[in-house]
């Protein structure tokens, strides 16, 4: 169950890789939201209590209602433009993440063979990590930039959970507020952002140098 | 209980308070009041007086409650000085800003001190993020395009850095399987404990992940840009607090994998990687003193450079460590008093370029002698503290396994003095181009007490060397296995 889900996570990855809508990415980070419930609550559906839904229930509620629709809201109060402006096309992004997924994956067995870790969680995780990783360095708009980095923190939480981290539940909650907080302040910013700049994209910050 | 109310608690209550309560001059009577609080309890704890107990995630020992005390220390200046600074005429669009300075700072000191205090990765990470939460909005206070642009990448730059550091930790997870650790909580003292057993590769590459992520925050290069740009826009007390305090939470993330990574076959590979980054800084440091032009992005190269030094004095070991210990105390005085006066010399020239800034002695003497002697405190001229830890380092390196370091590290150091002595001699003593000649008179100020009393707290601390500070970092050294 858990390689099924973190296989979808994979594909979301790909979609995200090829589309060239920003609205797409925001879809994408619904979906690995649900994707990411769904791996936690697992352990729930045979030994059910109340308090282990908590996590489940917050990770519902930030990643997939609130964060998105925050930053769908965002888009549509600047009026961002719909298409994502890429510094390097589709093409040549798409081969370039294939392999670096085939390493990763080729990496996590070869290292699953001297420590006990779920190889597909593991590696589509750290696909994750990469590929927000990716998007930030690759793409001009800075709306894609904090989908980039949710993308990464998303792949970070599936990360967690194949190498069954023992966070307690109190840390994991903070965890989560503060990726709510850091995304809020970057909403916020980027609000003054299209009030004091041209535009929303990285080349128009460029004032500080030495 | 007391003191994890007086510690967290509090100050959390407070920015609750200044948000409800508008009014500047109490929000400042109260935020002061709890710096106060701060202050008196972690120099209590600090010298042994009063003894803690905190609850679980929580504890005390050498290295947190020194951090501590400097963060106190630190904290309490940058407060006292607030709400003069906040009554200083700003643009129209900054006074927005001032509604929320203390709501932010107490914040900070919330989220500062779990962060030094805690026992437990994960506690540890949860709040250094939230120290930069509440930083990031200080950063835009002037409300204008460069700040902007600051918060941005400081906000980004240090979030992905964090993120990263978080991997750092699970990874730390992933190199406690099949050993007694596992199945039990991420506490720093069980794997300093069990060090022994972990996986050696899981662990080398947590700590990479947690160095250079933290390096972000730590201001290591070349992790360090977002860093320097938030330095130098930054409000001064702001860029005090930063230079001083924050820049030295994410140092101590670094030290504790740093104390778990001690006792296995990575510990050579870790200090290499430690003395790397710091060799880097120092490198970034002179490399832009040569053309930097903005007198507070001068003094953000500053701090790059001396957490370099910490770093080189963490991963040389030995006598070096105790000087950069001693280095992270006096470099955290030294930054409040250099930020503090560079805030007056923007406030007279509305500028922050070097090249508009000329006759800071005769236009404002007292700033002007006081930038003068914070940068010779800085550049480790006697007595100030930072000439003996220098010293301390110095001597460590010299007698470590790496001497050749040491040249060095002392071609970079000078070629850095020269520069910003340069940059400095110009601003106090060369003439404008169609300036009258005028001598100004300069009403004595707060930050000019201020000032006066963290120089006298310089040399003094370094003159008498107390007992118990030197007690309390020799302690250090101890936990980290280092032999005198």
């Given at each position: ?13 790909f ?15 619904r979906?690995?939201?649900i ?39 965002v ?23 294939i392999?670096?997924?085939?390493v ?26 990469v ?23 998303n ?28 995304v ?26 030495d | ?19 409800f309560?508008k ?31 905190l609850?679980?995630f929580f ?9 501590l005390?400097?963060?106190?220390n ?14 200083r ?5 900054a ?7 203390f ?5 900070y ?23 930069t ?36 930790i ?15 909580q ?46 130098s ?17 994410a ?20 200090k ?25 992005r ?10 370099g030094l ?10 070096a460590?105790?000087g ?17 006066t ?34 010779l405190a ?21 007698f ?9 590290v ?9 520069n ?10 060369q ?26 707290l ?27």
């Amino acid at each position: 169950m858990e390689n099924v889900l973190s296989i979808l996570f994979c594909l979301s990855l790909f979609y995200v890789v090829v589309t060239s809508r920003v609205k797409a990415y925001v879809t994408v980070l619904r979906v690995q939201g649900i994707i990411l419930a769904i791996l936690l609550m697992i352990p729930f559906i045979y030994h059910f209590s109340i308090f282990g839904i908590i996590l489940p229930a917050t990770l519902l509620l930030v990643k997939v209602f609130l964060i998105p629709r925050y930053i769908n809201k965002v888009i549509l109060d600047l009026d961002i433009k719909r298409r994502i402006e890429p510094t390097i096309q589709q093409m040549v992004f798409l081969p370039i993440v294939i392999a670096s997924m085939i390493v990763i994956f080729l990496a996590s067995n070869i290292l699953s063979k001297s420590t006990e870790l779920n190889v597909i969680p593991f590696a589509s995780g750290f696909s994750a990590i990469v590929i927000g990783i990716y998007i930030i360095m690759f793409r001009k708009k800075l709306i894609v930039h904090v989908c980039g980095f949710l993308i990464l923190e998303n792949g970070i939480f599936l990360f967690g959970t194949a190498v069954a981290s023992e966070l307690p539940m109190m840390i994991e909650l903070g965890t989560l507020l503060d990726v709510f907080v850091v995304v809020f302040l970057m909403g916020i910013a980027l609000n003054r952002i299209s009030n004091t700049f041209e535009g929303f994209e990285i080349t128009d910050l460029g004032r500080l140098k030495d | 209980m007391l003191e994890f109310s007086i510690f967290i608690l509090l100050p959390l209550l407070t920015a609750g308070f200044c948000y409800f309560v508008k009014d500047l001059r109490i929000q400042y009577s109260i935020s002061l009041a709890v710096a106060v609080l701060h202050l008196g309890l972690s120099l209590l704890v600090f010298l042994g007086l009063y003894h803690t107990q905190l609850p679980t995630f929580f504890s005390v020992d050498s290295l947190s409650k020194f951090f501590l005390l400097i963060l106190s220390n630190v904290y309490f200046w940058v407060v006292l000085v607030s709400f003069s600074y906040l009554k200083r005429p700003v643009m129209p669009k900054a006074e927005e800003g001032k509604k929320y300075y203390f709501l932010l700072i107490n914040f900070y000191l919330t989220a500062n001190s779990a962060a030094m205090l805690s026992n437990h990765f994960g506690m540890y990470w949860v709040a250094s993020e939230a120290t930069t939460l509440s930083v990031a909005p200080l950063i835009y206070f002037y409300r204008n395009e460069e700040s902007l642009e600051a918060m941005w990448k400081y906000l980004f730059l240090v979030s992905v850095g964090i993120a990263f550091a978080f991997i750092g930790i699970l990874l730390l997870t992933l190199s406690a399987k099949g050993t007694g650790l596992e199945g039990k909580q991420l506490f720093f003292w069980e794997f300093v404990r069990n060090a022994a057993q972990l996986n050696p590769i899981w662990l080398k590459a947590s700590f990479i992940f947690i160095f250079v992520g933290l390096s972000t925050k730590i201001g290591i290069a070349p992790m360090h840009s977002g860093d320097i740009d938030a330095t130098s826009n930054a409000p001064s007390p702001i860029a005090a607090l930063m230079s001083g305090s924050l820049r030295l939470t994410a140092l101590l993330g670094v030290m504790r994998i740093f104390l778990i990574i001690r006792p296995t076959t990575s510990y050579e590979f870790a200090k290499i990687l430690l003395i790397i980054g710091a060799l880097l800084s120092l490198f970034v440091a002179f490399v832009f003193m040569f053309k930097v032009n903005n007198y507070k992005r001068m003094l953000a190269y500053s701090s790059v450079e001396h957490l370099g030094l910490i770093s080189l004095g963490l991963g040389v070991g030995g006598l070096a460590f105790i000087g950069a210990m001693y280095h992270a105390f006096y470099n955290s005085i030294a930054k409040v008093i250099l930020f503090l006066t560079a805030g007056n010399i923007h406030r007279s020239y509305k500028s922050r370029e070097v090249g508009k800034v000329y006759s800071v002695l005769t236009r404002i003497p007292k700033t002007g002698w006081l930038f003068l002697l914070a940068f010779l405190a800085i550049s480790g001229i006697p007595p100030s503290g930072i000439f003996f830890s220098e010293i301390k380092i110095f001597e460590g390196i010299l007698f470590s396994d790496k001497p050749y370091l040491l040249a060095i590290v002392l071609f970079f150091l000078l070629f850095i003095f020269i520069n910003m002595g340069k940059i400095i001699f110009n601003m106090l003593y060369q003439k404008g181009k169609d300036e009258k000649p005028q001598t100004g008179t300069e009403k004595f100020e707060l930050t000019h007490f201020i000032s006066i009393v963290l120089l006298i707290l310089l040399a003094s601390v370094a003159i008498a060397s107390p007992e118990i500070l030197y007690k309390n970092i020799i302690s250090i050294t101890k936990d980290f296995g280092m032999n005198l």
